[in-house]
């Protein structure tokens, strides 16, 4: 049995746009042709990974797959495989691709929030249809953040302060130019998310692949981000992460949520990796659900370059030269 491997980091955007016939942005393109070989961090002996400058030759090799694992699935590389002469045997249904699209909607992390809500957790997230139900939420909370229900790591997020809605003459522009965006949002993608804004201390994640016997937890991602956006990873042992996670919330709270996540997380037919992002905010408290992203993600790719030593310890980071995008990987200074 093999596998065709695919990188295919423009998901999160098609998915936002719901369509087989889409054009991804420019750096998404450019992400894809440059990083196009990660999932050969992962594939096993036999398996063939579809790189953008050698799809011709990827063509000639689809007679020996008997599975395809990209990045995420969307109606977009459906369509592109499709006109590769890919086997529809191989390809997802109608029902499959709207069921990854609903999972992917961020509601499914609000859902879950609530059962993940242990003694020592924080964290609660609104869908909202209409904008004056964000300025309801936005009064009784003083700070929120509005998310689009799809989008790409540091897009499509939004944070609203009510203390400088007040200053009007200043923020006039912002107040308007926040508000339009929510309805263009609510207009394209039914609603908006929102959440109370907790004061960030540290980005981690869990990750984990669903399998016929259940989720199974692969390991602990730490990462970094800017405006939102992923910038790297820590590359040690599980036994490090642990360790360095410990210094800002308790692992046994730590290893309860992933037990909860396991025990009563249910992604139907959904049989792939996935990840969940959580954070710890002041007081040591834990956010267990900030994001639920089902599809590979970067973590996926930290834990395939994993050491094994305790000892070594790098970080793992997506560098842009103006150009082109490489994968670096540096001593943790």
């Known amino acids: ?5 695919i990188f295919n980091p423009e998901h999160d955007i098609a998915l936002a746009s719901d369509l087989a016939h889409f054009t991804a942005p420019h750096a998404a393109r450019q992400l894809r042709a440059d990083l196009g070989y990660l999932p050969s961090l992962w594939a096993e002996e036999g398996d063939v990974v579809m790189e953008t400058k ?3 030759e990827t063509k000639t090799k689809t007679g020996a797959i008997t599975k395809i694992e990209p990045w995420g ?29 609903q999972l992917s909607h ?25 904008v004056d139900e964000v300025h309801s939420l936005l009064k009784q909370y003083g700070h929120v953040v509005v998310k689009a229900p799809w989008s790409s790591s540091g897009r499509g997020v939004r944070f609203v302060n009510e203390s400088e809605n007040e200053n009007e003459n200043q923020n006039e522009n912002y107040q308007l130019s926040t508000s339009n965006w ?6 394209s993608q039914g609603s908006v998310m929102v959440e109370p804004y907790y004061h960030k201390i540290k980005d981690f994640g869990m990750e984990f692949e669903a399998t016929d016997e259940g989720i199974r937890y692969l390991g602990l991602s730490l990462f970094h981000t800017a405006n939102g956006a992923y910038t790297g ?15 800002y919330v308790s692992m046994d709270l730590v290893d ?20 969940i992002d959580m954070m710890v905010c002041d007081g040591h408290l834990l956010h267990p659900c900030v994001e639920i992203n089902v599809r590979r993600t970067m973590g996926h790719v930290a834990l395939a370059l994993a050491p094994t030593d305790d000892d070594i310890v790098k970080v793992m980071q997506i560098a842009y030269d103006g150009k082109h995008y490489k994968l670096k990987i540096n001593k943790l200074q």
């Open 1 to 5: 049995m093999a596998s065709l491997l």
């Open 54 to 56: 050698t799809k011709t």
């Open 73 to 101: 699935w969307d109606k977009a590389l459906r369509l592109e495989l499709e006109r590769m002469g890919v086997s529809p045997s191989l390809l997802p249904t109608d029902d499959y691709l709207e069921h990854v699209r």
């Open 106 to 130: 961020r509601r499914t992390a609000a859902r879950l929030l609530p059962s993940l809500r242990l003694e020592g957790t924080v964290g609660e997230a609104f869908e909202c249809t209409a």
């Open 182 to 187: 929510m309805r263009n949002v609510i207009r």
């Open 233 to 247: 990873n820590i590359l040690a042992t599980e036994c490090v992460k642990r360790k360095m996670l410990s210094r």
């Open 256 to 275: 309860a949520v992933q037990q909860k996540i396991k025990d009563i997380l249910d992604l139907g037919d959904y049989r792939d990796p996935f990840g």
